[in-house]
């Protein structure tokens, strides 16, 4: 079993910076795929930032520049780094984790979503 579990969400006002947390944990093998979506109400849920194979990372074009993604590998943690936060930022940010728990088996797991509003 693998679980993820996101940290670091809550209230800032427009341009500031908010550092959110994610840990996976379980039987892990390797990691295919970690990363960040988010969930505006009334939206579908969208890819906000994303470390896929070989180290490549991959974000929504309306959060290039603004927010970073970076890793811990020996503790199977990523990090988003949101600068220049704007009210259009308001969502609940999931973790999301694509593993490889042995040669034959692949798992992939969502945090419970951590909260991120923005005010004007």
């Known amino acids: 079993q693998v679980q993820v579990v996101e940290s670091g969400g809550g209230l800032v006002q427009s341009g500031g910076s908010l550092r959110l947390s994610c840990a996976a944990s379980g039987s892990i093998f390797s990691i295919r795929a970690m990363g960040w979506y988010r969930q505006a109400p009334g939206k579908q849920r969208e890819l906000v930032a994303m470390?896929?194979?070989?180290?490549?990372?991959n974000y929504t074009d309306s959060v290039k520049g603004r927010f970073t993604i970076s890793g811990d590998n020996a503790k199977n943690t990523v990090f988003l780094q949101m600068n220049g936060l704007k009210p259009e930022d308001t969502a609940v940010y999931y973790c999301?984790?694509?593993?490889?728990?042995?040669?034959?088996?692949?798992?992939?797991?969502w945090g419970q979503g951590t909260q991120v509003t923005v005010s004007s």
């Open positions: 999301y984790g694509d593993f490889m728990i042995n040669r034959w088996v692949f798992m992939n797991a």
């Open positions: 470390f896929g194979g070989g180290g490549t990372t």
